[in-house]
């Protein structure tokens, strides 16, 4: 096998075990063996199963950041930016509940550090790519209030993520975020 069909099986591997058992109870022997190759191969492409997991969530992100930016449908601003942020706070919830599982996330130290450091990728993708676009994004102190919506959800979303205790609470919560709290959060932005 070439390296990069290797690294494709790896990662196919590690997704389809992650989104089955979760992050946490997925070992490397595993996806070797689901990848059918020997466990130090993935050393040798993936410095651990952090770090597989890591490249599967921005290749996940990327793709959806890139869907979100063409999504846009020619709606008002505030309309645009309620739409946006509900979206990524989706794609969020996505990732933490197929990909890593909520077990790690509330039982891990490291989850918490790790998934600062995802949302805080996530966030520059974001930024970045429709910053590149024209129209309604070109519209002065996009960015910045952009940044600032994409900032306040993320803490919103996390905290409820991590102090809920079912997926359903989870699901109620995030009703009540779009309906309670995403409409003031656009307004305040709106202002900036």
């Known amino acids: 096998m070439e390296a990069e069909k290797i690294k494709e099986s790896i990662k196919r591997a590690a997704q389809d075990l992650f989104r089955k058992f979760g992050y ?3 070992s490397v022997n595993e996806i070797a063996k689901k990848a059918k190759i020997a466990k ?9 199963k952090e770090a597989v997991l890591h490249v599967l969530l921005m290749d996940y992100i990327q793709t959806s950041v890139n869907e979100l ?8 601003e505030e309309a645009h930016l309620n739409s ?12 933490c509940n197929e990909f890593i599982g909520w077990d790690f996330i509330r039982e891990s130290a490291n989850s ?5 450091n995802l949302s805080n990728e996530l966030e520059e993708l974001l930024v970045s790519a429709f910053s590149q676009l024209g129209g309604i994004r070109k519209q002065e102190n996009y960015q910045q209030r952009l ?11 996390f905290s409820f993520a991590f102090t809920s205790v079912s997926d359903s609470d989870v699901r109620k919560n995030f009703v009540s975020f779009q309906k309670e709290i995403l409409p003031y959060l656009v307004k305040a932005a709106m202002t900036i």
């Open 24 to 26: 946490h109870k997925t």
């Open 40 to 48: 130090a191969t993935i050393y040798k492409y993936f410095d651990s």
């Open 69 to 76: 930016v063409h999504s846009h449908s020619g709606e008002d």
């Open 84 to 95: 946006l942020i509900m979206k990524t706070c989706r794609l969020s919830y996505t990732v």
């Open 112 to 116: 918490q550090e790790f998934l600062k």
């Open 147 to 157: 940044r600032f919506l994409i900032k306040c959800s993320k803490s919103i979303v």
